[in-house]
């Protein structure tokens, strides 16, 4: 009875050191992991001393010249753009349109809010438009404004975004037609027509010329003759 307790005892013991042993060495590789996981993230955000700051270059529309949009059913906006120089992806980046007056207008159908690393959304003013009667759309012009995660205000950091608002755009509404028979008229052209032909020192000048075209004309017959 005494050897069978020391062997159960000796058992216990053998078991309990490889129970240990297991531990520890999942300790051990549980520890490893989470160094190589630690080491893998910081080498993924590793921004080189001389880097500077990401930035956002405008794809489309293009930026040589102001792109102007209709308000109307069936027409949408594509902005997009390209990275350069960004060592730290942010989480989201907000998209919104500043009109000339001051109003601001979230831009995209998620309310300016998209995925940090999308280059690009669409817009439909019209849809806007009509979801928000309350703060209309102005046929005006507009910047463009993409920030990321610290704000439209962000200093310039290395590595991270920094705030662009580059690009220029304008919105306009579309007149409906009116006919010719329907008594359309250009106001403005009949007007410049009017003070074009009523003003007496262009009178005068048409005068001057007609009388030196038909004097240099009968000298010529008068030369030839």
């Known amino acids: 009875m005494s050897y069978d307790l020391q062997r159960r005892q000796a058992g216990g013991a053998s078991q309990t050191t490889v129970a240990s042993v297991s531990s520890a ?15 893998a993230s910081a080498s993924t955000t590793s921004i080189p001393a001389i880097a500077g700051p990401g930035m956002i270059t405008i794809t489309q ?19 997009a753009w390209n990275f350069t120089g960004l060592y730290v992806t942010p ?37 806007y438009q009509q979801a928000n009667p309350s703060a209309p ?33 304008a919105l306009y ?11 359309w008229q250009c106001a403005g052209c009949s007007g410049a027509l009017s003070q074009f032909t009523a003003h007496p020192a262009l009178t005068g000048v048409l005068a001057t010329l ?10 010529l017959r008068r030369a030839r003759n």
């Open 25 to 39: 060495a999942a300790s051990s590789a549980s520890g490893s992991v989470g160094t190589a996981t630690q080491t």
């Open 61 to 79: 529309p293009p930026m040589q010249s102001t792109s102007y949009y209709k308000i109307a059913q069936g027409e949408y906006i594509t902005f």
């Open 91 to 127: 989480t989201s980046l907000t998209v919104s349109a500043v009109c000339q007056n001051g109003n601001t207008y979230a831009v995209g159908p998620t309310n300016g809010i998209i995925p940090g690393d999308s280059s690009s959304v669409v817009w439909y003013p019209y849809g």
């Open 137 to 169: 759309l102005d046929p005006a012009s507009y910047t463009l404004h993409i920030w990321g995660d610290d704000g439209p205000s962000a200093a310039a950091e290395p590595g991270y975004l920094e705030p662009n608002s580059n690009l220029i755009f």
């Open 173 to 183: 509404t579309p007149q409906a037609y009116t006919p010719l028979a329907s008594g």
């Open 210 to 219: 007609v009388i030196m075209f038909l004097s240099g004309f009968t000298t």
